[in-house]
């Protein structure tokens, strides 16, 4: 493995399980430091010692404590070079808008937006004070496109990511910081598992739909974020960086 991230520092929020996880495999891996932040303790330790990095425990929708991750990454390791908000989640009480409650709207709107606008706004002056940084923040591919099988707030909170992302890439360009949304397709993650459980017919409807014929490995998105994490995207800022199987760019898909 390339060693992209030698002496850099990592911070990856929803780091216990899933692509955060794999994440931090990847990014130690390729040689950084990283900081394990997750609200479950036994994961996101389990993730951490797994690495050997630090773990976090944080509820990132508050605001002090997402402050406290930064502080301590900084405390640790001298620095704070590489930020993935990856926290998400995906209720089922999260379905078609004429079903999705108000309580159901507002939690997955702080989980999976707010807790991103935290996060950016904690690291940002640590990355100035560097004169450099990456900031990775896990939008999706729904973010660009409708789906029939709606998860209103989630898709809602995903738009959000993607133009917060990338008006912050703007803003802060030339402070050599880089901030750019990741957008996953659909991903075998015990996220994704745990949705079409309940629903097979559901799963079976959404994987038609994807060219590669196939969910994605989290490993797959985890090379991604190493990408634009490192030097070798120094030029991507701003972007809409889809890793999708192709599902956005279809119209039908082989058969």
């Not at 985890?222 to 119209?251: M, P, R």
Request: hydrophobic share 45%; aromatic share 8%.
């Amino acid at each position: 493995m390339a060693e992209r991230l030698q002496g850099r520092v990592g911070v990856i929020t929803g780091g216990g399980s899933g692509i955060g996880l794999a994440t931090a495999v990847r990014f130690a891996a390729e040689g950084a430091k990283v900081v394990v932040v997750d609200v479950d303790e036994a994961a996101g330790k389990a993730a951490a010692d797994q690495v050997g990095g630090t773990f976090v425990r944080a509820d990132v929708t508050d605001q002090e404590q997402v402050e406290a991750v930064y502080a301590t990454a900084y405390e640790t390791y001298g620095s704070v070079d590489i930020a993935f908000n990856n926290a998400g989640i995906s209720p089922p009480d999260d379905d078609s808008i004429l079903t999705t409650g108000i309580d159901a709207w507002r939690r997955v709107q702080e989980v999976n937006l707010t807790s991103v606008y935290l996060c950016c706004k904690a690291v940002l002056p640590y990355m100035q004070r560097q004169g450099k940084g990456s900031i990775i923040n896990t939008a999706s591919f729904v973010a660009v496109m409708g789906a029939a099988t709606s998860q209103i707030s989630y898709t809602a909170s995903k738009g959000g990511v993607l133009a917060m992302s990338r008006e912050l890439g703007v803003q802060f360009a030339r402070e050599g910081i880089r901030v750019n949304a990741l957008c996953p397709g659909p991903v075998n993650t015990p996220l994704l598992q745990e949705l079409f459980a309940k629903d097979p017919e559901r799963a079976a409807r959404r994987l038609v739909h994807i060219p590669a014929g196939r969910f994605a490995d989290a490993s797959e998105i985890a090379a991604a974020v190493a990408f634009l994490a490192s030097d070798d995207a120094s030029f991507v800022t701003a972007s809409t960086f889809l890793v999708d199987g192709g599902i956005s760019g279809a119209y039908v898909t082989p058969v």
